[in-house]
T-cell receptor, first 115, second 117 residues
Framework: AQKVTQAQTEISVVEKEDVTLDCVYETRDTTYYLFWYKQPPSGELVFLIRRNSFDEQNEISGRYSWNFQKSTSSFNFTITASQVVDSAVYFCALRRATGANNLFFGTGTRLTVIP | EAGVAQSPRYKIIEKRQSVAFWCNPISGHATLYWYQQILGQGPKLLIQFQNNGVVDDSQLPKDRFSAERLKGVDSTLKIQPAKLEDSAVYLC???????????????FGPGTRLTVL
């Protein structure tokens, strides 16, 4: 069975602080994909990143960076110099590489950036 | 390029009533998903279509929920009769069906927020 755990329910930071959102996953598959989505107050899920299970290189995109560690089954997301517009609920998700390719989501982390 | 469209955006009904949601996926996307997102939780798959066939409906409460995608494009999700615990946001997503899995990203619509009183 696939499972994604986001232990942090809510995080508040002051603008310009760095913040890391944790994600731990469980799967017996050897090949899979990991994702982060952002859900702003409007409700739409916005795709941020996809990572293949065989690619453990960290990735940076502007103020966003992701740390994938297969040894600890973690896929953490860091926002550098946070901004008010980063306030949203962030979801980590897992998708199998074979079979039905639906997403298994964590429970989300609500990030509030205080000006 | 137009995104995934859903309607209505909001719906309030009383328990035991019926309700239907509509989804129009991104043009050319063969795969369509319906997810249920209860407040404070992550979305959970209800049903997945590939063209007009069902790929996975194992989590769909079939005694009250039904979904169809007759022409392989638009889809409707129906609840009859609704219960209080059906209050949630219903998200529709679509993806391209390609040989390379990395091309099969899911794009989500804005969702329909259902409140059952």
């Amino acid at each position: 069975a696939q499972k994604v755990t986001q232990a942090q329910t809510e995080i508040s930071v002051v603008e310009k602080e760095d913040v890391t959102l944790d994600c731990v996953y469980e799967t017996r598959d050897t090949t899979y994909y990991l994702f982060w989505y952002k859900q702003p107050p409007s409700g739409e899920l916005v795709f941020l990143i996809r990572r293949n299970s065989f690619d453990e290189q960290n990735e940076i995109s502007g103020r966003y960076s992701w740390n994938f560690q297969k040894s600890t089954s973690s896929f953490n997301f860091t926002i550098t110099a946070s901004q008010v517009v980063d306030s949203a609920v962030y979801f980590c998700a897992l998708r199998r590489a074979t079979g039905a390719n639906n997403l298994f989501f964590g429970t989300g982390t609500r990030l509030t950036v205080i000006p | 390029e137009a995104g995934v469209a859903q309607s209505p955006r909001y719906k309030i009904i009383e328990k035991r009533q019926s309700v239907a949601f509509w989804c129009n996926p991104i043009s050319g996307h063969a795969t369509l998903y319906w997810y249920q997102q209860i407040l404070g939780q992550g979305p959970k798959l209800l049903i997945q279509f590939q063209n007009n066939g069902v790929v996975d409906d194992s989590q769909l409460p079939k005694d009250r929920f039904s979904a169809e995608r007759l022409k392989g494009v638009d889809s409707t999700l129906k609840i009859q009769p609704a219960k209080l615990e059906d209050s949630a946001v219903y998200l529709c997503a679509s993806s391209f069906l390609g040989v390379i899995p990395t091309h099969n990203e899911q794009f989500f619509g804005p969702g329909t927020r259902l409140t059952v009183l």
